[in-house]
């Protein structure tokens, strides 16, 4: 056998794997939205993966009319201001590291990425304390600040490498046509970053949007409450509506699904830069 026809062959193997791991994700899926059209009752007495005979959409009702507009607009006011700022600061800073030519642009890098190796439960006893000194406590300014601070770490990570391969001859043309660095980072940095801009937005948005310690120890009042936290409305003091647990699930997924659709061909741009090097 050839080497051009052993590299037509077809990867059965991986084929195989490839679909039972579709399975497995489409599975809960599929469980979820069906669980999501059920009766309380219906949900104990059927087959969890058939179609209910009579679907209905009381767990949606429930779950909408049970302040669920106010909680999505919360955990869209935190996600998109936290994203936004955490980029802003997070391409400021990785222009400075990755076109540095001081140590210590380094040394802060380094300093930065100490943040990767500190886990949020290790921090929150004393993030507590210093948002009740703010006096912050129960706003969602208590809760943007923490999610800017522990992002920063791998975004600024991933834009640096970014701008690193940025080759040099790029920023001496700059340069020659007078450009300086706020003219460089914004004619040369962003557009040529854009994919790692959308795919590390991404990423941050669903840490944030899927956050829920935060919430849990920052926040106790019903008009700050954010989606994931919400989701105890729902639990009972002897049981738990289990449809309009996964009815909030799935409307609380629908606009970072949105966002991976807008911006899906980017992000997978960004999440294969440089495999073809």
Do not use: C
């Not at 948002?131 to 975004?155: N, V």
């Not at 009972?236 to 009815?247: F, M, Q, V, Y």
Request: glycine content about 6%; cysteine-free; aromatic content about 10%.
């Amino acid at each position: 056998m050839t080497r051009h026809a052993a590299r037509r062959r077809p990867a059965v193997l991986g084929a195989t794997f490839a679909w039972i791991w579709l399975l497995i994700i489409i599975v809960p899926i599929y469980y979820m939205i069906l669980s999501s059209l059920r009766t309380q009752g219906d949900y104990y007495a059927a087959n969890p993966l058939v179609p209910p005979a009579s679907p209905s959409l009381r767990a949606y009702k429930l779950v909408i009319e049970n302040d669920f507009l106010r909680y999505l607009g919360n955990s869209l006011i935190i996600t998109v201001v936290s994203v936004v700022v955490l980029l802003v600061v997070a391409v400021m800073a990785s222009y400075a590291i990755a076109r540095g030519r001081h140590k210590a642009s380094l040394r802060i890098f380094r300093v930065v990425l100490l943040g990767l190796a500190i886990p949020a439960q290790a921090t929150i006893v004393p993030l507590y304390y210093m948002i009740l000194q703010m006096k912050l406590y129960d706003t969602l300014i208590a809760l943007i600040l923490p999610s800017i601070g522990f992002g920063i770490p791998i975004t600024v990570l991933i834009l640096v490498n970014f701008i690193r391969d940025i080759p040099s001859e790029l920023f001496e043309s700059m340069t020659v046509d007078g450009g300086g660095s706020w003219r460089t980072l914004w004619s040369l940095v962003l557009p040529l970053t854009r994919p790692a801009l959308i795919t590390v937005g991404i990423y941050d948005a669903l840490q944030v949007w899927n956050g829920f310690l935060f919430p849990l120890v920052l926040t106790g009042k019903a008009s700050v409450r954010v989606l994931p936290y919400s989701l105890f409305t729902y639990q009972g003091e002897h049981g738990s509506d289990t449809p309009a647990i996964l009815a909030a699930v799935v409307l609380s997924s629908l606009p970072i699904l949105a966002a991976y659709i807008v911006g899906r061909r980017q992000l997978i741009a960004g999440l294969t830069a440089g495999f073809g090097k």
